[in-house]
């Protein structure tokens, strides 16, 4: 593929933003494009559970930043940039909530947070570590294998943001299969590895060269490479981590424009068979019979009748809060797409607002500001626009043959472009 990767995801863009179908496609391809322009790298630490990732984070921002110990699993992901120290939680409502680090833990661990029931979506950290001065977005995630098949779903989600990967393995455990199929995973996304052999200081110097020699040939096979970077530390005694922080640095000094190039290509493959998949389901939606979609349509109907009463209700309790209604149009919009996909199999995307309760919006001092109307408006306006696209996109009772004809085309021309996208991303 000869045309430079950004050119390539901006006529993209074009594309999707002409279809409903791949408004989801288009919000990741549009991050895709800033990250290139920006220059921005994303590097996470991925593996399997008690690997130590969040031990060896810590260690090489020279900060007990993350909690840590016998118990705690990671639940949410956790992002660190450069800054003043500060601790900041992302809710999937878009609702911003500013913490101490003492707090950290109630919402990262999942003894604490199970199964991720408070609805976070990521804690974000600032740190003013030397190793983020250039820029770096810095990922701890949760660990694939545990019992906990929610921090399995959210560390392979996240995989797919991660430009640069440090791969955690452990002495104390071969290499076993899950670790294997996440591996095959992450390398569909990422275009940088640093594998990282942690706990060497739990085993004598004979055995640790054995285990290097066994885990060079066989992440070699599994990555088709030649050689690999492979760096043996101990987290917790601060062991070898120099030597892993240095060969990220120079990396990001030197190559970083090729591993965020390389990186969006591969996630570019991903986006473009989303929005195949996307088109397939849609196919499928359309062999409904009209009474079937009259009766899907009447559900979804009753839902915005639910949600309005809803927004009139929460209306009256924050009349003069912006920031509280704001993210209750969030979970609306949450609301709406899962039932989107719950009656048509397709996914349908919203942007969500960010919603900062420290630093966002304005409410007069003495509270006369009222809001009902506005917002009870906004969302009925907002169940009358979903239901005009769902009409829309799927051509129902829609008698014109030639506004039913030119929508066929126009999506077999959009199908013959992504299987050409695709052919083209695979060079």
């Known amino acids: 593929m000869n045309k430079p990767i950004l050119d390539t995801i901006k006529e993209t863009c074009e594309i999707f933003g002409k279809y409903e179908l791949t408004k989801g496609e288009l919000a990741r391809a549009e991050e895709l494009a800033y990250k290139l322009e920006n220059q921005k790298i994303t590097v996470s630490v991925i593996g399997q559970f008690k690997r130590g990732k969040s031990t060896l984070v810590n260690a090489i921002l020279q900060d007990k930043i993350l909690p840590v110990g016998i118990v705690p699993v990671t639940a949410v992901v956790t992002t660190i940039e450069y800054g003043e120290k500060a601790a900041t939680v992302h809710f999937t409502n878009g609702i911003i909530k500013e913490i101490s680090f003492d707090e950290m833990s109630s919402f990262i661990n999942e003894q604490e947070n199970q199964d991720n029931h408070l609805g976070v979506s990521q804690v974000a950290l600032y740190c003013p570590a030397d190793f983020l001065a250039g820029g770096m977005t810095f990922v701890d995630t949760p660990g694939v294998g ?103 640095l ?22 473009v068979a989303s929005a195949l998949s996307q088109i397939t389901l849609y196919r499928t939606a359309l062999q409904l019979t009209h009474k079937e979609f009259d009766e899907k349509f ?101 008698e014109n043959a030639y506004t039913v004809a030119r929508r066929i085309n126009d999506l077999n021309r959009l199908v013959r472009k992504l299987v050409q996208l695709r052919s083209e991303l695979a060079q």
């Open 298 to 398: 009447a559900e979804i109907e009753a839902m915005f009748a639910e949600v309005q009463a809803e927004a009139a209700e929460f209306a009256e309790n924050f009349r003069s809060n912006p920031r509280m209604l704001e993210a209750h149009m969030n979970d609306i919009k949450n609301q709406l797409s899962a039932k989107v996909s719950e009656l048509f199999g397709i996914e349908y995307h919203y942007n969500i607002s960010t919603v900062d309760f420290f630093r966002g919006g304005q409410v007069a001092e003495d509270g006369s500001r009222d809001l009902r109307e506005s917002f009870t408006a906004a969302v009925a306006q907002l169940c009358a626009d979903l239901k005009e696209t769902l009409m829309a996109i799927f051509m129902h009772r829609e």
């Open 146 to 248: 545990s019992v906990h098949q929610k921090n399995t779903d959210e560390a392979y989600s996240y995989v797919k943001e991660s430009d640069a990967v440090i791969f955690m393995l452990s002495v104390d455990s071969p290499i076993n299969q899950i670790e294997i199929d996440f591996l095959k995973n992450a390398k569909e996304y990422a275009s940088k590895f640093y594998f990282a052999i942690n706990k060497i200081d739990s085993i004598d110097e004979d055995d640790l060269a054995d285990y290097l020699a066994y885990c060079r040939n066989l992440i070699c096979k599994l990555m088709d490479a030649d050689d690999i970077n492979l760096f043996p530390v101990s987290a917790k005694k601060n062991i070898g981590i120099d030597e892993l922080k240095t060969a990220i």
């Open 250 to 271: 120079e990396d990001c000094q030197t190559t970083v424009k090729d591993i965020i190039a390389d990186s969006a290509k591969l996630k570019m493959r991903d986006i």
